[in-house]
């Protein structure tokens, strides 16, 4: 479904260009959970945005290919680009409390890529941001329809990222750092509503972070990365157990570990 | 509430604390409305403890930590201290450093202000604390914009170390890091903590850090200490389905 | 907090732009071709020529002379107005945005109704009590600087009170004014400037306003204000005594806003 291969991303904005993504190799299947951990300025969020079309053709000059479902997604003409972008492709961010408009109902935001990409009317797209905002496992929906993004919490902030990111059913999510700005029991939640919906709707998530202990609950594939290079990827349980390169082995040594007993 | 210690020398006293703070009118006629964030909290610190204090974010434990260091003011109850300079090691290593100063200027600063060291011995000691940290000493030069989030926690630390103080409080140290990074951190502060005979109030959202670190854990929810005991004695016999809930969620359980 | 200009075309335009005005308005305290205030009839109104490259006006003064001086005291009420009104501004939004409470409260409602006239009505109000002048023209806009001044290193107060390192500070035993003055101050610094540059041109426009409309800078002194005003009923018969002036307050403020815009 998606294919990434050989993707190089370089900045222009300074006098000397700065690459920050050498060689990145990707395939999703549809359905499939793929976990990408890095720590920050890895180049994990860059590859994301790249794959989301994201990323301002000027300053991010890019080489290799994106391809997804026969669209590719570096070259193509923008309409295309805009036509695929929250509707089979779509993705949440760490911070809740930035990633929604403050001034603006959560109903209309969770409704925006139903008003760009259909033509339901108000009544239909209501119907179904409430049913998606449901869907999430907010309480009240009628109530959060109404409310702005600062009356709710972090967490009910990302489930409503989550409502408005899923409402197109997306072939793909990508996620980046979903859960970090989460205390831990909200997190546990945020992720086990992830993989509710990837197993009901069969979608594709892309899931970043810093974080492989939380990779290893909800990926069953990894990729490592660290200064723009992928230095290890496989089957998540097989990472684990046999880590090859020394960071990896690093990382994992760095999760803390709690025996009892 | 413990037992744990009880032959060992207080360092800390907290008795019956509680704040609340009147949030900031939005216009001029509004009632000032009274928020309590703490709702009487007690409960002692030994010598030599590290004591780990988990809750969610807004459960009072940044607030905890400031009113115990006097940076805000406390509406009732005692805080007692049995020891000098107590000091702080914020979370957010990118604003807990001043940018427009150098490290040596940063690190010698409460020497400038409280003891009467001269100014070779100011730069002697600095140089010692940041070895401590596993800095070398070309360090002091620079400007905290050109160093990593690791090393600008490493010189908070060095930093909090200079007066020799015997209590630490470390608000979520590591939580605005990496992960390979927070683990060298938290081997830092077990470390120090042998080696000078520490007492830190280590404040974190995640149990599992906790455990690696701690002696005793409370666990903190509205305002309220809810739990305090050993890390083993909770963390294998919770006695509150909030405690329950934590460990699950942190796969501990 | 490192302070420096970008190295770009922008900045380099602003610094030669502001150099074109300012290094002969400095050259012009000291030395001028001609004794700016000596009049000689029989050079009224004379057009350009190599002995007075700018031409003469309708005393006979030699322009380029004037202009020299004008500038360097217009420069000078810039500089003196924006010194004086960050000085002050900086000590009261310190102590309001530091302290905050009763204090604040009434010198910032204060510091709000001042703020709603336009300075350049507050100026004429003081010139209207100080007379005018080239010194009380100053202190006039000084004082109607102040609060622009105050309101925002106030709000540069509160943002860096509440930063983690301030806390720190504390913890390691610094008093109030250690606190406000080591620890605050420089990080405010980098707003301080900016404001400064846009006061500066606001205080430069301020000054030419005041002296054309005559309660300003007084003759026989020259500004560059006053030259404007004293050139209109020559406007047609020479405007090169009009263009000149207007030329060099143009160049001064667009250069200095150009530098302001770069200084990170």
Known sequence: MLHVEDLNIEFHDHIIPETVVYDFDLDIESGEIVGLVGESGSGKSMSALAIAGLLNRHDARKKGSIVFEGIDILNCPREILRSVQGDKISMIFQEPMTSLNPVKKIGWQVEEALRIHTDMNKEERKQKALEMLKEVELDDPERIYRSYPHQLSGGMRQRVMIAAAMINSPKLLIADEPTTALDVTVQAQIVSLLKRINKEKGTAILFISHDLSLVRQLCKRVIVMKSGYIVDSGETEEIFSNPKHEYTKNLISSIPQVKLD | MSDVCNNQTRILEVKDLFVSFTEEKSSLFDKKKKIDVLNGISFDMYEGEIV?????????????AKSILGLNKITKGDIIHYSQYPQMIFQD???????????EFILEESLKNLTKLNVEERRQKAKKRLEQVGLDDHYLIHKPGELSGGQRQRVCIANALMLDPKLLIADEPVSALDVTIQAQIIKLLAGLQKELGLSILFISHDLRVVYELCDRVMIMKDGKIIEDGTVDEVYRNPQTDYTKQLLLSAGIM | MNLRIKKNANSIMGIVLTAIVVIPAIIGIFWTPYDPETINGSLKLAGASWAHPFGCDNFGRDILSRIML?????????????????????????????????IDEVLMRFNDVMLSFPSLLLALTFVAIFGPGKYRVMWALAIAFVPSFARIIRAEFKRVKNMDYVK??????ASDFRIMYVHILP??????????????????LAEAGLSFLGIGVQPPDASLGRMLSDSQTYLFTKPSYAIIPGMAIIVMVLGVSMIGKEVE
């Open chain 2, 93 to 103: 290593p990118y604003n807990s450093l001043n940018p427009s100063k150098t490290i």
């Open chain 3, 168 to 173: 720190a500070a504390r913890l390691s035993g």
């Open chain 2, 52 to 64: 780990g204090l988990v809750g969610e974010s807004g459960c009072g434990k940044s607030t905890l």
């Open chain 3, 70 to 102: 004008g500038s360097s005291t217009t420069f000078l009420i810039g500089m003196g107005t924006v010194i004086g009104g960050a000085v002050v501004g900086t000590l009261v939004g310190a102590l309001t945005g530091f302290y905050g409470g009763v």
């Open chain 3, 187 to 204: 990080n405010t610094v980098k707003v301080l400037i900016n404001a400064v540059l846009i006061g500066f041109n606001n205080a430069v």
